[in-house]
């Protein structure tokens, strides 16, 4: 269930502060032209990210089977072509079920906040956790970054995050909460 977009929800929170978000600050709100400078500069710059991320995948992968007969050569990059396919959207597919699932549930902002930060944390284990398992993976590579570009794709072209829904839900009970007339 798609929730409605924050601008659409009315202008009655003169009285509540309304919260940032990480990445959007308080532009979610208004969702005017900063906001989706913002979401649109963010989003072509992780495509760009990733799909320079996909082509060194891709160059690494071509090495890994350099050596080996073209018919093997051929037989392996028509299923790893296939697999980056399926990848692409089952990633789609993924993020678009995550989503919908946290609209119905969305975090407050300081949930969001929160949740940035332990992200951050865990990052950092993760980046050199996974160095030594990368290099067993080239083979599958392309295609787990093919996942990852589809999981990306899905996060970018949401009508409205669950942080945002989730702040909007948060704005609509805190002005409902304040006493009226002063």
């Not at 924050?6 to 005017?32: F, K, N, Q």
């Not at 050569?73 to 980056?84: I, Y």
């Not at 704005?171 to 007339?181: C, F, I, K």
Request: charged content about 20%; aromatic content about 10%.
């Amino acid at each position: 269930m798609a929730s409605r977009a924050s601008s659409e929800a009315g202008g009655a929170y003169a009285e509540v502060e309304i919260p940032a978000l990480p990445g959007l600050g308080t532009s979610w709100h208004r969702r005017g032209v900063g906001y989706w400078l913002r979401r649109t500069t963010t989003g072509l710059l992780w495509l760009a990210l990733f799909s320079g991320l996909y082509a060194a995948t891709l160059a690494m992968y071509a090495g890994f089977f350099d050596e080996v007969s073209g018919t093997v050569r051929t037989l392996v990059n028509a299923v790893l072509g296939v697999a980056s396919c399926a990848g692409l959207v089952w990633g789609w597919v993924a993020q678009r079920r995550r989503h919908r699932k946290a609209l119905l549930d969305p975090p407050t902002p300081d949930q969001t906040w929160t949740a940035k930060r332990l992200r951050a944390r865990r990052n950092v284990g993760v980046t050199f956790g996974w160095r030594g398992a990368i290099i067993l993976a080239v083979p599958v590579l392309p295609a787990l970054m093919a996942y990852t570009i589809g999981e990306l794709l899905g996060v970018l072209t949401v009508r409205e995050s669950a942080a945002e829904a989730g702040a909007r839900r948060w704005l609509e009970t805190a002005s409902t909460a304040r006493p009226s007339g002063g």
